[in-house]
C-alpha cells in the first residue's frame, strides 16, 4: 500500500524540475510508434486511472472535458496530426491539512513509474506539479478553487482519428449545472482537519 505519511508542501513545491509524459491499454510501456489520436486518448486515460488507483482511501472523481486539437508545422500548416487533452476533477473534499500528503502521494507514484518531474507551482493555496512520460505526455496535479483538486494530462502529436469519449465510468455520478462541480463527497481521511500524526503509514 502507497505510504500516507504526511508531506509537507514545501518539501514538495522543491522539486527539482526535469524535462520531457505511459504504459497502457495493449500497448507495451514505450511503444507508442502505432498510435494514432484515440488510442493516445486511450493510453491517456489509462495513465490517469493508473495515478488514480495509487491513492488510498480511494478520492471520489468525474471525468472533465475532453479537448482535441490539431497539430501545425513549422508552416503553421496542418500537419495531420493532432493531440487530446484529457481532464478529471475530483469530487472528494480534500482538506488544506491533507493537501500535501496527497501531492506527495501522486508525486511519488509519478517517480515510481519513471515519470519526470518538469515543474513544480510553488504556492500554499493553488499548488501544482507538473510531469512527463518517457513517450512525453504531459500531465499534471493542481489545487484550484475551494481547494478542488485537478488531474489533467495531454498527449503528443499522433496521427488524427475520431477520439471517443473516456470508456472508463466515474465512482461517482455526474452534477448538473457548470463546470466543474464544486466537491461534495466528505471522506473521513482526506476531507479530515485533523493533524495528521507521523506515526501513520496507511489509511484504509
Not at 471520489?60 to 497539430?71: F, I, Q
Not at 481521511?189 to 489509511?203: D, E, R
Request: aromatic share 6%; proline share 8%.
Amino acid at each position: 500500500m502507497t505510504s500516507l505519511r504526511l508531506v509537507p508542501i514545501a518539501i514538495i513545491l522543491t522539486l527539482a524540475t526535469g524535462c520531457s509524459a505511459t504504459s497502457g491499454i495493449g500497448h507495451p510501456e514505450g511503444n507508442t510508434s502505432d498510435m494514432d489520436m484515440r488510442r493516445a486518448a486511450e493510453e491517456a486515460d489509462a495513465i490517469m486511472q493508473r495515478t488514480l488507483s495509487s491513492v488510498k482511501p480511494e478520492l471520489r472523481w468525474n471525468h472533465g472535458p475532453s479537448n482535441d486539437k490539431s497539430c501545425v508545422n513549422g508552416n503553421n500548416d496542418s500537419s495531420g496530426t493532432g493531440s487530446v487533452k484529457r481532464r478529471i476533477a475530483i469530487m472528494t473534499v480534500v482538506s488544506k491539512e491533507r493537501r500535501g500528503n496527497l501531492l506527495g502521494v501522486v508525486e511519488r507514484d509519478w517517480n515510481a513509474r519513471g515519470y519526470r518531474i518538469t515543474s513544480v507551482r510553488a504556492s500554499s493555496e493553488v499548488p501544482a506539479i507538473y510531469a512527463a512520460t518517457p513517450e512525453d505526455f504531459r500531465m499534471r496535479v493542481a489545487v484550484g478553487g475551494e481547494g478542488q483538486f485537478f488531474f489533467s494530462i495531454t498527449t503528443p502529436c499522433f496521427t488524427e482519428s475520431v477520439v471517443p469519449d473516456p470508456a472508463v465510468e466515474p465512482n461517482t455520478p455526474q452534477r448538473a449545472g457548470d463546470y466543474p462541480p464544486r466537491p461534495d463527497v466528505h471522506d473521513e481521511f482526506w476531507s479530515s482537519n485533523a493533524p495528521l500524526p507521523t506515526s501513520s503509514s496507511s489509511a484504509s
